[in-house]
């Protein structure tokens, strides 16, 4: 059975492609998907790609991964610089857990430098665009092929 990866988006990332792609480029967040699904497939992974504007929507998908998922690739959006709800339910899931930004948001206001949820993340992808995602997503799938071996 393929192993499940959760792949979450945060709020205004239904705007992909559409909102200032100087930023967050061209690609929409369906070309993402479309990417992560073929990715995920090559890697032997299934995905629950999905995307809200609400944080507690993303927390019950957090609390749903718990009992599923082998990890969660999540760009929380700006619930990474504000949401301790976020972080909470990271930190009640036990797999691994990769933080992607198709900015690098280090390069940006200072406010954006501080993550919440880099406090639980096993790792953080910033500044990489779209291929961000399929970074966290073939990180998660060594990570649990480690763990099996
Ligand atoms: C983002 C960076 C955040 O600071 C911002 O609020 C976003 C997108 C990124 O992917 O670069 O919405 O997470």
Redesign the pocket.
């Known amino acids: 059975m393929p192993r499940l990866v959760y792949v979450l988006n945060?709020?205004?990332?239904n705007l992909l492609g559409k909102r200032q792609p100087h930023?967050?480029g061209h690609e929409t967040l369906a070309d993402v998907e479309r990417d992560c699904t073929a990715l995920a497939a090559e890697l032997g992974l299934e995905i629950r790609f999905l995307q809200s504007n609400w944080e507690g929507q993303i927390v019950d998908w957090i609390h749903e991964a718990r009992e599923a998922a082998a990890g969660i690739v999540i760009?929380?959006?700006?619930?990474?610089?504000t949401s301790v709800a976020v972080l909470d339910a990271l930190n009640a899931f036990d797999g691994t857990v990769i933080e992607?930004?198709?900015?690098?948001?280090h390069k940006?206001?200072s406010f954006?430098h501080h993550s919440y949820v880099s406090l639980r993340a096993d790792g953080v992808i910033?500044?990489c665009g779209a291929q961000?995602y399929g970074f966290g997503l073939r990180r998660v799938a060594a990570v649990a092929a480690a763990g099996k071996a």
């Open positions: 945060g709020p205004n990332l930023i967050y760009n929380p959006g700006a619930l990474t610089h992607v930004h198709i900015s690098n948001v940006r206001e954006r910033a500044g961000g």
